[in-house]
């Protein structure tokens, strides 16, 4: 069993066994990172955050849909700034726009990127904390600098973990242990509250240690402006951010392209423009799906008519193996299947044993099965 099936399998039990204690600690032995851990989930998974201060409990769920450009060029209280070597792995260009955005009050930070700034706001005060200007090569996000602080008085190491921290666990979304304050490793259980308070949720194991540095293989995706342009249907705007410079087939940070977010809106002008301006119909997103393996799945057919006609691949495979037919023929969207059988679908395709043909049959739908005999 992995580490991390077995860490939150144990969830419930070790919320349990600590609720009047402190903190348990995991052994460097049984972790993949070969250091002593804190585990914090009996605070970070159960508390819930509360303000007596309405302005601040408006601001931690006001990001909404923002594109963070009212915090551009936003300097932090804070005037000290630090060299980093801290470098994260993107896919050739990090375009400007969302890395994370809170939404409940347990999440503590907004994160946004305006194309050479990360911008690390707290969320229950809207205010800018922290900036870290970066550069970009042979597809690294290399950070020069950072100014600023997360926390009073931390070390330039612990800023450095900090930041590391919030990238990875927010923007990517990935467990990995939060820097603790040296100060509280005597008492576990403050180490905790203090945990919960600078992190929220996002945090599950913490290290006493400014110097760690977690490491992640996951690249480091923004939601582009133009990626929200598409979620509003802002026709001006998706061509501004275009001529702006955003690359139209880019990933978004759930691993989607403009045209997989294309599918959502019920405005088909938005793929039509998408198109226009250049977009690949056969766009994959990271589990190797095209915008008309979404369309079919959202039961569009004029997403799905209009992606065929733009020469979208009938035939494509996911990472899986599963095409567009197979979702079709699973999910019962008989008039789909005529559509994609008409374009020239493959019956025959297997992935993971199945055919489109078995997947109807499994759900016993009688119509869909007759097409496909």
Same mark, same amino acid.
């Given at each position: =069993?992995?580490?991390?099936?077995?860490?939150?399998? $144990?969830?419930?039990?070790?919320?349990? +066994?600590?609720?009047?204690?402190? *903190?348990?600690?995991?052994?460097?032995?049984?972790?993949?990172?070969?250091?002593?851990?804190?585990?914090?989930?009996? !605070?970070?998974?159960? =508390?819930?955050?509360?303000?007596? $201060?309405?302005?601040?409990?408006?601001?931690?769920?006001?990001? #909404?849909?923002?594109?963070?450009?009212?915090?551009? %060029?936003?300097?932090?209280?804070?005037?000290?700034?630090?060299?980093?070597?801290?470098?994260?792995?993107?896919?050739?260009?990090? @375009?400007?726009?969302?890395?994370?955005?809170? $939404?409940?009050?347990?999440?503590?930070? @907004?994160?946004?990127? +305006?194309?050479?700034?990360?911008?690390?706001?707290?969320?229950?005060?809207?205010?800018? /904390?922290?900036?870290?200007?970066?550069?970009?090569?042979?597809?690294? *996000?290399?950070?020069?600098?950072?100014?600023?602080?997360?926390?009073? %008085?931390?070390?330039?190491?612990?800023?450095?973990?900090?930041?590391?921290?919030?990238?990875?666990?927010?923007?990517?979304?990935?467990?990995?242990? @939060?820097? *603790?304050?040296?100060?509280?490793?005597?008492?576990?259980?403050?180490?905790?509250?203090?945990?919960?308070?600078? &992190?929220?949720?996002?945090?599950? *194991?913490?290290? /006493?240690? %400014? $110097?760690?540095?977690?490491?992640?293989?996951?690249?480091?995706?923004?939601?582009?402006?133009?990626?929200?342009?598409?979620?509003?249907?802002?026709?001006?705007?998706?061509?501004?951010?275009?001529?702006?410079?955003?690359? !139209?087939?880019?990933?978004?940070? %759930?691993?989607?392209?403009?045209?997989?977010?294309?599918?959502?809106?019920?405005?088909?002008?938005?793929?039509?423009?998408?198109?226009?301006?250049?977009?690949?119909?056969?766009?994959?997103?990271?589990?190797?799906?095209?915008?008309?393996?979404? @369309?079919?799945?959202?039961?569009?057919?004029?997403?799905?008519?209009?992606?065929?006609?733009?020469?979208?691949?009938?035939?494509?495979?996911?990472?899986?193996?599963?095409?567009?037919?197979?979702?079709?023929?699973?999910? #019962?969207?008989?008039?789909?299947?005529?559509?994609?059988?008409?374009?020239?679908?493959?019956?025959?395709?297997?992935?993971?044993? &199945?055919?489109?043909?078995?997947?109807?049959?499994?759900?016993?739908?009688?119509?869909?099965?007759?097409?496909?005999?």
């Amino acid at each position: =069993m992995s580490f991390f099936k077995k860490f939150f399998s $144990n969830n419930k039990k070790q919320q349990t +066994d600590t609720s009047e204690n402190d *903190l348990p600690w995991i052994a460097a032995s049984e972790n993949p990172w070969n250091v002593k851990l804190l585990d914090l989930r009996p !605070i970070s998974q159960t =508390m819930i955050s509360t303000s007596q $201060n309405q302005q601040m409990a408006k601001n931690a769920v006001s990001y #909404g849909t923002e594109n963070g450009r009212n915090f551009w %060029d936003i300097k932090p209280e804070s005037d000290r700034t630090i060299a980093s070597n801290l470098t994260f792995t993107i896919d050739g260009y990090l @375009a400007p726009g969302v890395l994370f955005t809170p $939404n409940t009050m347990e999440h503590k930070w @907004a994160i946004y990127y +305006d194309g050479e700034y990360l911008i690390f706001v707290r969320s229950w005060l809207r205010e800018v /904390f922290v900036i870290a200007k970066t550069s970009q090569a042979k597809n690294q *996000l290399i950070i020069e600098n950072i100014t600023g602080e997360f926390t009073e %008085d931390e070390t330039s190491a612990f800023t450095n973990s900090f930041l590391n921290f919030l990238l990875i666990s927010h923007s990517i979304g990935e467990v990995v242990p @939060a820097p *603790l304050p040296k100060t509280l490793i005597n008492n576990t259980k403050n180490a905790g509250y203090w945990a919960f308070s600078s &992190y929220g949720n996002m945090a599950n *194991l913490g290290i /006493f240690d %400014d $110097n760690f540095i977690a490491q992640t293989n996951s690249a480091l995706r923004t939601h582009s402006l133009l990626h929200i342009a598409v979620a509003q249907s802002n026709l001006e705007e998706i061509e501004n951010q275009v001529n702006n410079g955003i690359h !139209i087939n880019s990933l978004a940070g %759930d691993g989607l392209a403009t045209l997989h977010w294309a599918i959502a809106s019920e405005r088909i002008e938005v793929i039509q423009k998408l198109l226009e301006l250049g977009a690949d119909p056969n766009v994959r997103s990271i589990q190797g799906a095209t915008p008309i393996m979404n @369309a079919v799945q959202s039961n569009k057919i004029k997403h799905t008519m209009t992606l065929l006609d733009a020469n979208a691949e009938v035939n494509a495979k996911d990472n899986r193996g599963f095409t567009a037919l197979h979702r079709a023929a699973e999910m #019962g969207h008989e008039e789909i299947v005529v559509l994609l059988l008409e374009h020239g679908a493959d019956k025959s395709i297997q992935a993971e044993g &199945y055919t489109a043909l078995s997947l109807a049959e499994s759900r016993e739908n009688k119509a869909i099965v007759k097409l496909l005999k």
